[in-house]
């Protein structure tokens, strides 16, 4: 009888050791796979982010070109002695001529205010080709200039996953990213 109990007994610690085992291994390949999901959507959720500000702000780009070729027009049939006869109109239009047209938008933090979780783990720069700032996210990390393409950065001691675009004619650059920790948190959510 004792034999009978010991084989039940090998028996019930093998299979719950197998089973265990079973788990163990389905874990580590949700994880895996898990993982890897997330890393795609994420990055292509980056990738698509950043096209669309490139588009919506060489838009604006244009606009400043085109203001700044409209000024300098004005000018120059005004005249230098007209202008200088009307200090303040001189004031304005060498103003706007001493920054080349350069646009500095700011970013209203909106979702940042409402108290929105996800705003400091966002984070966009945008560039002019000369690397003049046109508009960055003034609650994030500051992005440095980083080569096309997907980066890991260390931005003040966090991991930031960062992708850059930048436009062939203009050299306009537009950065987009965000912390790692939200990518991390979904795969433990979801394994």
Same mark, same amino acid.
């Given at each position: 009888? =004792?034999?009978?109990? @010991?084989?039940?007994?090998?028996?019930?610690?093998?299979?719950? =050791?197998?089973?265990?085992?079973?788990?163990?291994?389905?874990?580590?390949?949700?994880?895996?796979?898990?993982?890897?999901?997330?890393?795609?959507?994420?990055?292509?959720?980056?990738?698509? =982010?950043?096209?669309?500000?490139? @588009?919506?702000? #060489?838009? $604006? &780009?244009?606009?400043?070109?085109? *203001?700044?070729?409209?000024?300098?027009?004005? /000018? !120059?049939?005004?005249? &230098? !002695?007209?202008?200088? =006869?009307?200090?303040?109109?001189?004031?304005?239009?060498?103003?706007?001529? +001493? $920054?080349?047209?350069?646009?500095? #938008?700011?970013?209203?933090?909106? /979702?940042? +205010?409402?108290?929105?979780?996800?705003?400091?783990?966002?984070?966009?720069?945008?560039?002019?080709? +000369?690397?003049? &700032?046109?508009?960055?996210?003034? *609650?994030?990390?500051?992005?440095?200039?980083?080569? +096309?393409?997907?980066?890991?950065?260390?931005? !003040?001691? !966090?991991?930031?996953?960062?992708? @850059?675009? *930048?436009?062939?004619?203009?050299?306009?650059?537009?950065?987009?990213? $965000?912390?790692?920790?939200?990518?991390?948190?979904?795969?433990?959510?979801?394994?």
């Amino acid at each position: 009888m =004792s034999a009978h109990r @010991s084989i039940r007994r090998r028996l019930l610690v093998m299979l719950i =050791s197998t089973i265990m085992l079973v788990w163990l291994v389905v874990l580590i390949l949700v994880y895996g796979v898990a993982e890897h999901e997330v890393e795609e959507v994420f990055d292509a959720d980056l990738a698509c =982010s950043a096209r669309i500000l490139q @588009s919506l702000l #060489l838009h $604006e &780009v244009g606009e400043e070109q085109e *203001t700044a070729a409209n000024v300098r027009m004005v /000018a !120059e049939e005004l005249g &230098v !002695e007209w202008i200088r =006869s009307h200090p303040r109109l001189a004031a304005i239009l060498n103003e706007y001529l +001493d $920054e080349g047209g350069k646009e500095k #938008l700011e970013r209203i933090g909106a /979702a940042r +205010d409402a108290g929105h979780g996800y705003g400091p783990g966002l984070a966009f720069v945008a560039r002019y080709g +000369d690397g003049t &700032v046109m508009m960055r996210d003034r *609650t994030a990390a500051e992005i440095p200039m980083a080569p +096309d393409g997907y980066a890991d950065l260390q931005l !003040e001691g !966090e991991h930031w996953r960062v992708f @850059s675009l *930048t436009e062939k004619q203009t050299g306009f650059v537009v950065q987009v990213g $965000e912390k790692q920790a939200f990518r991390a948190e979904l795969v433990r959510y979801i394994t």
